[in-house]
Structures are given as structure tokens and as C-alpha cells.
């Protein structure tokens, strides 16, 4: 993948993303978490907590505070810096992320939605090369792509007895994807051919969860969290088509190729565990497995002149991923502002979900640092402003390096909304 002998990247901001990686299966994973998870590097299929909606396991909402209406909206702003062969480029774009609700409608039975993004595609490259032995003659391939998969879910936790949860959140999926493969030569008697690649999902998502809390002394306990996504067909169409064009006649031909039903979602299995000391420090790790090797991926091929866009089944490997992480809070009643503050930090390694020309894709190193910070007046004292910083690396064996500084700025309300108020 030769991305620099002429490289153009711009800001996608409807995309969340620069990266050329994403013009591989469904795009770049977007950040499936909420502000003060990513204080934490995106930690929490254990983490249990009444003032976050936490909805990565929907087992969580059984803990919402039975007074209070939670909204959390978050957007993020980046840097990133691409390395190849000795050349760099930087690009930086910002982002909307997500907005999300929770509240406890009855006892022992949390509710949350919002809308969230799920995949993102969004670069603009171009390479150039010599053809063959004839020096004075090059072509060039603009590689571009933009577009992304994005969910609006609704979901349930409920508490059947003491220290037991189950949660499930169902969700709309929907978006499409744009990529273009665009050929020219500098000689324009050479017949180019270039390649349109497009799909639009309109689908559903199913993700359940269970935690399972056990306490060791008064005010310090152990939660066991795990979650099940269920992997299916999106009743997607992909679509190739391959334009050949005559440079000397001007004349184009066009071939449409597509695959039915040809994207699908993989099961997603993850576990974790947190530790909560005295309400003031909680740590905690998860591991996430997507299994993605049994699913496939449309790929245009051309064999013996033949041309041909069909499932490959070795085009994606499973994706694993394990996070660290915690947060701590000396005293969250203190008259010393410092003392109320959370202060958080995580890392992750997770592996590549998509194969490049045969080889694995880019590995993924992360590490993130973060506050939440009360916001206190007259009539609230449990609203948080959540800001953290984060540092990705992807990189494969001879391929593009990119390294992502990233901050990220979530702002939690947590409102009485239920609460009856006495007149005198």
C-alpha cells in the first residue's frame, strides 16, 4: 500500500476519521463509549455506577438512582500523524460522538437510549508510479472514501434480586459507505480503469448483558460483568462498479457487480471485572473477542481477465481486545475541590479485524488519562464534565504507521427530575 507518493488527507468531520485503514470491511470501530469511560480507555463491562449511563453492558441501568434523569453528550477533537517509507502527514478533524439518556422507570429497572456511531470511513490518498520500464509514462490511483454505520438503541437492566443484573439494548442500525479506486496515466492513450465500491445498511444490532455484584466488606465489593452481541446478515447489497474508459475515443464502459445480503455482523463476546474500594478507587480489566473470521467480505477480483465481486471468507481474522483501567475520588463530599475530583486512566491492545493483500492488518495500542469534574450550583451537585486524553498507535508489518492524539469532552447531567419536593 503505497499511500505517499502524492498524499492528500483531508478532515471528514461526518466521519469521525483520516485514516486510510478504513477503507477496509466496514471501516474504522468507532469509540462505543461514553465520557467516563474514556477517562478509563474505554473500561466497563464491570463497571456498575448509578450516576453514568454505562452502555456497554445494559445490565448497568439497574443501578440507576430511582430520582434522577442522566443525559450525557460528548464530541472529541484529533490529531493524527501518518508515517510511511520516511515521509509524514499530518490531518486533524473533530467529531460528534454520541448523546445518551438513562433513568430508573420502575424499581430495580433502568431504561436508557441515545445514538451513537459504530463504524466510520474517511480518507482521501493518491499514489503514483512508473509503468513497468517506460519512465516517461506513470499512473496514478486517488484512493477516497467517506460515509459510516451509526446506531440509535433503546435498552433495559433490570435487577431480579440483590446483587444480580441482566440487561439488554436493541438498536437501529444504518448508514452507507462511499470508495473509489480512480486510475489515470500520464500518457493518455492507455485505457484506465477505475473502481466504485458502495453499500447502504439498514438493519438492527442485539446486545445483552449480565454483571454480578459481591461485596467483601461494608463499602467495598467485586462486580463480574459480561455481554453477548448477536452477529448476523444486514440485508446489505454491496455494489462494484468497474469503469473502463477509452481515453482516445472517450468512450466508457461500465460493469455493475454486487453481492446479495453481503455484509453481516460477527458475535461479539466480552467479559470483565471491577474492583470498588470504599466508593473511592475502582479498578477494574476487560477482554473482548469479535469473531469476525466467520463472517466475509465482498472482494473484486480479476482472474484470467475475468472480472468477479464475491464473498472472500479469509478476509477478516477475530479481533481481540483487552483494557485496563480505573478511576479514584478521595472524597466526594470534601470542601477541597481536588478531593471531589475523579481522576481516571486506562490502556488496551487489541488486534486487527481485517487482513491487508493476505497479511495481518494494523495492531492497536492505546492509552488514555482523564478528569471528571463536578459541576456545582445552587440546585446540583451531581453534573460532571468529563475531559480525557488519548494516544492511539496502529501499525502493521511494513505498512502505514499512525499515531492519534485525541481529546475527548463528555458532559454528564444528572438531574432530579423524580424527586417530590416538600412545601411547608
Not at 442500525?173 to 473502481?195: A, E, F, Q
Request: glycine share 10%.
Amino acid at each position: 500500500m503505497a499511500l505517499f507518493c502524492a498524499l492528500s488527507l483531508s478532515a471528514f468531520p461526518q466521519s469521525g476519521t483520516n485514516s486510510p485503514y478504513s477503507q477496509y470491511g466496514l471501516g474504522a470501530q468507532a469509540e462505543q463509549t461514553s465520557g467516563f469511560n474514556r477517562g478509563m480507555n474505554g473500561l466497563g463491562t464491570a463497571f456498575r455506577d448509578g450516576k453514568n449511563v454505562n452502555f456497554l453492558n445494559p445490565a448497568s441501568y439497574s443501578a440507576m438512582d430511582s430520582l434522577t434523569f442522566i443525559f450525557d453528550v460528548g464530541v472529541s477533537g484529533q490529531l493524527t500523524n501518518f508515517e510511511e517509507n520516511g515521509k509524514r502527514v499530518n490531518a486533524k478533524n473533530a467529531d460528534f460522538e454520541y448523546a445518551v439518556a438513562g433513568f430508573r422507570a420502575f424499581k430495580h429497572l433502568g431504561v436508557s437510549f441515545g445514538i451513537l456511531p459504530f463504524t466510520n470511513v474517511g480518507y482521501s490518498y493518491s499514489s503514483t508510479n512508473n509503468v513497468g520500464d517506460h519512465y516517461n509514462t506513470t499512473y496514478t490511483n486517488a484512493y477516497n472514501g467517506s460515509g459510516g454505520f451509526h446506531q440509535a438503541y433503546l435498552g433495559f437492566g433490570w435487577e431480579p434480586f440483590k446483587g444480580f443484573s441482566l440487561g439488554v439494548n436493541g438498536a437501529y442500525v444504518w448508514g452507507d459507505y462511499s470508495r473509489s479506486i480512480v486510475n489515470s496515466y500520464s500518457d493518455n492513450t492507455v485505457n484506465t480503469l477505475s473502481k466504485y465500491y458502495t453499500a447502504n445498511v439498514n438493519s438492527y444490532k442485539v446486545d445483552a448483558g449480565v454483571q454480578i455484584n459481591i461485596p467483601f466488606s461494608k463499602k467495598s465489593s467485586m462486580t463480574l460483568g459480561a455481554t453477548y452481541g448477536l452477529g448476523h446478515k444486514l440485508g446489505a447489497d454491496p455494489e462494484c462498479k468497474v469503469i473502463s474508459h477509452n481515453s482516445q475515443t472517450g468512450v466508457a464502459d461500465t460493469l455493475t457487480l454486487s453481492v446479495e445480503d453481503g455484509l453481516e455482523l460477527p458475535n461479539v463476546i466480552s467479559g470483565g471485572v471491577m474492583l470498588n474500594f470504599n466508593n473511592q478507587l475502582k479498578i477494574g480489566a476487560d477482554y473482548q473477542l469479535q469473531q469476525w473470521s466467520k463472517t466475509a467480505f465482498p472482494e473484486y477480483r480479476q482472474t484470467n481477465s475475468l472480472p468477479s465481486f464475491a464473498l472472500n471468507d479469509e478476509y477478516f481474522d477475530d479481533r481481540h481486545k483487552v483494557t485496563i483501567g480505573g478511576e479514584y475520588r478521595k472524597n466526594a463530599t470534601s470542601r477541597y475541590f481536588f478531593q471531589r475530583l475523579f481522576y481516571r486512566a486506562g490502556a488496551s491492545y487489541a488486534t486487527p479485524y481485517y487482513k491487508i493483500n493476505g497479511q495481518d492488518g494494523p495492531k492497536e495500542i492505546s492509552v488514555s488519562a482523564g478528569l471528571g469534574i463536578p459541576i456545582i450550583n445552587v440546585w446540583n451537585n451531581r453534573s460532571y464534565l468529563n475531559i480525557s486524553a488519548q494516544w492511539v498507535r496502529m501499525q502493521a508489518s511494513g505498512l502505514l504507521k499512525e499515531n492519534t492524539f485525541r481529546i475527548n469532552i463528555g458532559l454528564t447531567f444528572n438531574e432530579r427530575w423524580f424527586m417530590k419536593w416538600k412545601v411547608d
